[in-house]
């Protein structure tokens, strides 16, 4: 049976934490300041690197792609979602929710490519030095960055308007913080269970077969780092890798647990704490994890700090 809908494009309600106001003030304070965090970070470490001749190699210019992602993906969905918290309004255009989704989408996929190919240059960084500079130059860079954000561009041109076709009639709740897939469809009034199948391949390609390569080329890694006899070179090949596990276990942790979790009442409480992280948290952590735990970057802001002070002074 067909569902017609004469009210397809109306605006959408986003419960958040309607039930709990009191944590709706207090997330709306939490979620400025890694807001704040985030422009300030990723825009920092996009001019370090940007600046700084000794951070033009290939490893910087992929933290650059992952850092102006970063701005995107919160910008995408933040204020939308602070201004939700803060007044009793919860309500989101169409418009405003198709956007978002598309970005969403668009952004997220193009994150779990993008990490596969930061892993992959360590591991060629670690498993194969002497041809690192022939194999990683800087045309094939550029070429696996087009590739990363190509690949979320294409996932979210075919998933989002599937979601989008769907029919909202008995209510156009949306249980979760942003408008994203799992919650839409849980809101649909109709069968949907071509859209949850669309989801799960797209969470196999983009998820767990990405995870997958990473944890096997770090798993070659250590085992290379570990064939290494000082333990100087040791220290110096695991600390080019702990930053970026660290971003991918936040950032992997969090988004497998919502798109593949069932979905049940307490999941989707859950999930909405866990988009919350992604969406929020991690892109903040993410500069202060690369720069707290590497050296290159610290000697970088130093010598920036430098020269800002030297031509302020001159």
Known sequence: MITVCNDSHSDFIL???????????????????????????????????????????????????????????????????????????????????????????????????????????????????LQYTAIMHPKFCLQLAILAWGAGLVQSLVQSPAT?????????????????????IQASSADTTYNEIQMSIASIIFLVLPLVIILSSYGAVAKAVL??????????????????????????????????????????????FLTLFYTVATPALNPLIYTLRNREVKGALIRLGRRTWDSQNN
């Open 15 to 129: 419960l958040g934490f309607s039930e709990k106001p009191y944590l709706e003030k207090v997330l709306f304070w939490v979620v400025l300041i890694f807001y704040c965090l985030t422009l300030a970070g990723n825009m920092v470490i996009i001019l370090v690197s940007s600046k700084d001749p000794k951070l033009h190699i290939p490893m910087y210019f992929f933290l650059c792609n992952l850092s102006l992602l970063d701005l995107s993906f919160t910008s995408s969905c933040v204020p939308q979602m602070l201004v939700n918290f803060w007044g009793p309004e919860k309500t989101i255009s169409y418009i405003g929710c198709a956007f978002q989704l598309y970005v969403f989408l668009w952004l997220g996929a193009t994150e779990c490519v993008l990490l596969v190919v930061m892993a992959m240059d360590r591991y060629v960084a670690v498993c194969h030095p």
């Open 164 to 184: 989008l076709q769907l029919p909202f009639c008995s209510h156009r709740r949306v249980d979760d913080i942003v408008c994203e897939v799992p919650a839409l």
């Open 227 to 272: 064939r290494i006899k000082s333990a100087a070179g040791q220290r110096k090949a695991f600390s080019t890798c702990t930053s970026h596990l660290l971003v991918v276990s936040l950032f992997y942790g969090t988004v497998t647990a919502v798109y593949l979790q069932p979905k049940n009442r307490y999941a989707q409480e859950q999930g909405k």
